[in-house]
């Protein structure tokens, strides 16, 4: 919510951000939503900006895949198959930059991409990947791990066609996204090597359990991209290669273009040419591992939020992949389509089955009804210093009342004041830490305010809620 004289101030969002551990460009956008809505507080107006960032990744992946496809129909499975994965929703449903990232580092693919198969024309790319790499930089922290990876393959690309002038130039490009990210924003400088976070992924990196990590982050990625599913598809993915041990495969290089052959039981011999698109497929799967695996060593938490943005990668390599050895084993791209769909709806309606979605905070149902039945219009709640972000645990329940007021428990004898404009019929959410003593606080509220009496309501995250009763 942005209070009305607050609205479009973007240097109380930079100082804020200064004082957090994130980069501040999806709060700029959310500042600029909730300022076109003053006083407003819902949770719309987050999804509502997320919906948009999804809709563009979306877009930006259909780009990307019939770059590498090749074929418009083709390249809406990967939009399909991401788009309605539990792992996609969840990203728009948590309210934070996360799929702003996922944006810019589809886009960074897709650019790269252009850059890789431009001939002679490459500033415009170049300028575009630099612009992507500072966003993303503003964006999360983690982007520039991305970022790493795919820069280090595509300069190994570029090394290998010996295109000395274009390395040169991305290297100057991607440098520069950098300086001018920590120019604007210097605090990012404390934050990554300074700052609790950046210390935090420093001391992971040396002591954290990589193996349990990882594990614990592909079973996410299976849950939250093939309805945990995954487990199977792999099964017959190994019988394929154990198939695979009884052809008879050779490389060959003719008309200037690197193919492989098989000779499938010895009397159907199929080409599979090595063209750009397929390296860069191919190329993906690396890129996406490693980052995975540097996740899985350094992040606080065993979160999907910092794996949304390789989903996208995953499915295209998947479906890219599964499509170039299908046609040309059985020719037949209509009936690839429709497997790929029936795959989707499978995925979909498990994922709908089992409730995989994330974010819905489906706990806090039972809570916001109580609050509803119990027409407890107004709340309190009583901090310390020591409360730090325990309040906003609230933020879907304080939705459920009209108004929140937030006061440091040194201030209690005042609450008399805030309540004065309060009827008298009303009931009073009060929500009090667990680190101040209760029957002291609950004390001085009925001695020095109109309240009479109270009743205990519910508790969560260390807070005890009464219901007051004038």
Known sequence: MTPGEHRFAYDSVYYNQERDVHPPLYYFFLHTVCSFFPNIFSKWLGIALN?????????????LSHKLLRNKWLALLPCALWGFSAGAISSVMFLRMYVLMTLFCVLSIYLHCRLAFAERKIHRPLLAIGLCSYFGFMTQYYYLIFAFFVSSLFLLYILVLRKWKTIIYYTLTMLLSILAGVLFYPASIQHLFFGYRGVGAVSNLLYSNLGANLTAFLSIINRDLFASLGKPLLFI???????ALILKIKASYKDKALSIEVNWFSDKTIRLPITRELVILLGLLPVCLAYIVVIAKISPYLSNRYVFCVY?????????????????????????????????????????RKGTVGYLYRETRGTVESILNADANYAVFIRTEESGYRPQAFLLEFMAHKQVYVMDVSSLPSLNEALASIDVDEKIAVYIDNAINQDTAINTILNTTALTSYE??????????????F
């Open 51 to 63: 919906i948009l960032f999804f809709i563009l990744t979306a877009i930006a992946l259909y780009a």
């Open 237 to 243: 993915v190994l019988l394929l290669l154990l198939a």
């Open 312 to 352: 996208p990668f995953i499915i295209l390599c998947v479906t890219g992949l599964a499509h170039y050895l299908y046609e040309r084993w059985f020719r037949s791209a209509k009936a690839f389509i429709v497997i790929i769909l029936c795959c989707t709806i499978l995925f979909s309606v498990q994922t709908f």
């Open 456 to 469: 205990d309501f519910y508790q969560k995250s260390d807070t005890n809620v009464y219901l007051f009763s």
